[in-house]
């Protein structure tokens, strides 16, 4: 049916690149395209000779004529971003260029401020509308299913939404002291941000990690859950009507969180570049070169994810509460595709929303956020490959 251009060839679209080779039907054509060209090999190498055919490339996507390059060579359909934050915009770029559809999993990040608005990508709202072409932005899983699960729940579920509270345990434990579950730059500039909620129209600001709750997780358990300001909040503000309260809480384990003090209180985690030996460098990303890559933690790490929106409104004049999530365990994403659960969880949505392009299924062009088209073919897809969805009517709820 279509051919696909992923740029980034890390944990994520490692996944995205098995799930894409389960679905040839849709998927009938792959170029993985990255920074380094090995790691596009590597990923051919491993899964070359199904249905789905595969090709590799080299490209720097900060250099927007280099991706404008690639995309006139392999003609995708569609362009799924990959790499890192910092690349959304050049490839935004090169996909108005070369008239293809876009898809990411992460708002753009300027490299020097650790900012996550929408409104960079926002902004190229008339310009993909005028070009009749979709801009799917965040199809990971937060963001990402959190807004399929929103949109599903307002669909089905409610008259209004008043509030969501959306909860991403991971319960892996890698055996290791201290290391990031995804790219570690990426990570690490979004817990030492500032925390943030939304409540009656505006957005109220948190110290770092300083709200604190004990959420019992169906499957995990008990566990700390910490307030943090995380991007889908600000789209589902605007698209959830009548929704007066959105927070987001990620647990951490206390030697996660020690760890991570220490290393700001000596300076490892800014992006401030500083001189050493003559250059300048920056030390979160020195940092990011001496921890473990994320993708290595895989064969090592054990128990389960639990993400999922606990929702509170109103149906048919009566107050409801629900409660939609996903557990995706360690050891069989490992099993099945290499990977841990945070790059499956993340590289399955992304294979979904690409593929709900590729299919026509959602077809209104301009830049949008994912919970703004139907949530029900993606949500039958999330059971089909591999992150089934769970519902209680009766949650505990977060006071
Ligand atoms: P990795 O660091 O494992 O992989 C990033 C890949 O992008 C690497 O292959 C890297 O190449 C490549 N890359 C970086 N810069 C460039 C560039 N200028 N040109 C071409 N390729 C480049 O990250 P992850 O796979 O863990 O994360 C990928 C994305 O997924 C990130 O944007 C992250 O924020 C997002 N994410 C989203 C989640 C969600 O739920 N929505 C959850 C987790 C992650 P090289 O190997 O050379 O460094």
Same mark, same amino acid.
């Given at each position: ?217 169906? &499957? !995990?358990? @008990? ?12 789209? #589902? *503000?605007?698209?959830? $009507? =009548? ?36 250059? &300048? !460098?920056? @030390? ?12 290595? #933690? *895989?064969?090592?790490? $054990? =128990? ?37 659960? !945070? ?14 392009? #590729? ?41």
């Amino acid at each position: 049916m279509g051919k696909v251009l992923i740029i980034g060839a890390g944990g994520v679209a490692s996944v995205a690149v098995h799930k894409c080779c389960q679905y040839p039907e849709v998927f009938e054509e792959i170029c993985i395209a990255s920074r380094t060209l090995s790691k596009c090999d590597a990923l051919k190498q491993k899964l070359d000779g199904g249905k789905t055919k595969i090709q590799t490339a080299q490209v720097d996507a900060d250099n927007t004529d280099e991706v404008v390059a690639l995309i006139e060579k392999f003609k995708p359909d569609v362009v799924l971003n990959l790499a890192l934050p910092y690349q959304d915009l050049t490839i935004m770029d090169a996909c108005l260029a070369t008239g293809v559809h876009y898809v990411d999993t992460a708002n753009y990040e300027p490299k020097d401020v650790a900012k996550f608005e929408y409104k960079w990508q926002w902004a190229y709202r008339e310009r993909f509308e005028k070009a009749g072409l979709i801009a799917l932005l965040g199809s990971g899983f937060d963001p990402g299913v959190t807004g399929v699960f929103s949109a599903y729940a307002q669909k089905h579920h409610f008259d209004e939404i008043r509030q969501i509270d959306i909860v991403d345990a991971n319960a892996g434990d890698h055996g290791l002291p201290f290391a990031t579950n995804f790219n570690p730059e990426i990570n690490i500039r979004e817990v030492s941000a500032k925390g943030s909620y939304f409540e009656n129209g505006k957005f109220i600001e948190t110290d770092p990690m300083s709200i604190k709750r004990v959420y019992n997780l169906p &499957e !995990i358990g @008990p566990k700390d859950i910490y307030l943090l300001h995380h991007e889908e909040m600000e789209s #589902l *503000a605007l698209n959830i $009507k =009548g929704i007066q309260k959105i927070r987001f809480w990620m647990t951490f384990s206390q030697s996660y969180l020690t760890h991570l003090k220490v290393l700001e209180d000596v300076g490892m985690t800014s992006i401030e570049p500083i001189l050493f030996e003559g250059r &300048e !460098i920056i @030390p979160l990303q020195f940092l990011k070169a001496v921890l473990p890559d994320p993708a290595t #933690l *895989a064969p090592r790490t $054990k =128990g389960k994810t639990n993400i999922g929106c606990i929702f509170q409104g109103v149906k048919d004049g009566k107050e409801k509460t629900y409660y939609l999530y996903n557990v995706c365990d360690h050891q069989a994403c490992y099993r099945e595709v290499g990977s841990q659960a !945070i790059s499956y969880t993340t590289g399955v949505p992304a294979m979904i929303g690409t593929a709900m392009i #590729l299919t026509g299924k959602w077809n209104t062009p301009g830049v949008h956020n994912i919970e703004e088209f139907d949530p029900d073919p993606f949500m039958d897809m999330l059971n089909r490959f591999g992150l089934p969805w769970q519902e209680s009517f009766q949650p505990e709820l977060i006071d």
